[in-house]
C-alpha cells in the first residue's frame, strides 16, 4: 500500500493503564509520532530478550518458530500493523521462499517478537498513525536527553540498553545487590511473591558475600 510508513520499536513502558501490562512504543522513523501498544508481561518478557540480544538456556516461543521458518527456507519480509479497532492493533506477517508469497495475520505483540529476531522492517499506515499516535516535540526530546544523558525516555521506559529489568535479563545470580532489590520491589508490587522469595533468597546471599560472611 502507498501509505504504508516505516516505523521502529522503541522500547517498553510499564503500563499506567492496565495492572501487570507493558506499553510497547513504535516509533515512525522519520518523524516525531509513537504508537503504545498494550501488551502482556509474558510478550514484554519476549520483546525485552529480543531488544537485549539475550540467549536464554532453551528457546522461546518466538524462537522456535523463527527457527522453523529458517530451517525450511521461509523468510520474514515485512510486518505491517494494518488495523486499529476497538483498541485492538492487527498486523500481518509477509513470508516468501523465493517462490511463494505468503501473508499471515497475528498478534501485534508476536509479529513485533518475530521481526526483531529476524531484523525484519516494520510498517504500519499514515491513517494509524493519525488515529493512535501520539506526538514528541523533537525540541524538547534533545533538551531532555541533553540534560538527563540519556535517549530522552521516561525512567520507567525499558529501551535498548537498559538492563535493570527482571524481564531482560533472565540470570538474577548476574544481578547486582542493586538491581536484585529493584527487582525484589517490583515482584512484591506485581504481586509475584514466588518469584520474590527466589530472588530474596539471593539478595540475602549475595549481601552476606559482601559483608565478609557474617
Known amino acids: 500500500m502507498d501509505d504504508k510508513v516505516s516505523i521502529h520499536v522503541l522500547g517498553l513502558s ?7 501490562a507493558y506499553a510497547l512504543i513504535l516509533a515512525e522513523d522519520a518523524g516525531p509520532r509513537r504508537i503504545p501498544v498494550i501488551i502482556g508481561a509474558a510478550e514484554a518478557q519476549s520483546i525485552a530478550v ?9 528457546p522461546l516461543t518466538h524462537d522456535l518458530f523463527v527457527s522453523f521458518a529458517h530451517a525450511f527456507g521461509v523468510k520474514l519480509r ?5 488495523r486499529f479497532e476497538d ?3 492487527s498486523s500481518e506477517l509477509t513470508f516468501s521462499d523465493g517462490e511463494r508469497t505468503v501473508c499471515l495475520d497475528a498478534r501485534t505483540s508476536d509479529a513485533i517478537s518475530i521481526a526483531l529476531r529476524t ?3 516494520i510498517f504500519t499506515s499514515e491513517e494509524i498513525l493519525e488515529k493512535a499516535g501520539f506526538i514528541i516535540d523533537e525540541e524538547e526530546l534533545r533538551r531532555d536527553s541533553d540534560d538527563n544523558g540519556d535517549d530522552g525516555l521516561d525512567d ?4 535498548y540498553s537498559d538492563r535493570n529489568d527482571y524481564l531482560a535479563d533472565p540470570d538474577p545470580e548476574k544481578f547486582t545487590i542493586e538491581e536484585l532489590e529493584r527487582t525484589l520491589s ?4 506485581n504481586e509475584d511473591y514466588e ?19 557474617e
Open 119 to 121: 531484523h525484519t522492517p
Open 50 to 58: 529480543a531488544l537485549e540480544g539475550i540467549h536464554t538456556p532453551r
Open 156 to 159: 520507567d521506559v525499558i529501551s
Open 186 to 189: 517490583k515482584l512484591i508490587d
Open 78 to 82: 515485512e510486518v505491517y500493523i494494518y
Open 195 to 213: 518469584e520474590a522469595e527466589r530472588i530474596s533468597e539471593i539478595l540475602k546471599r549475595k549481601k552476606k558475600l559482601r559483608d565478609g560472611g
Open 14 to 20: 510499564y503500563s499506567q493503564l492496565q495492572s501487570g
Open 87 to 89: 483498541g485492538i492493533f
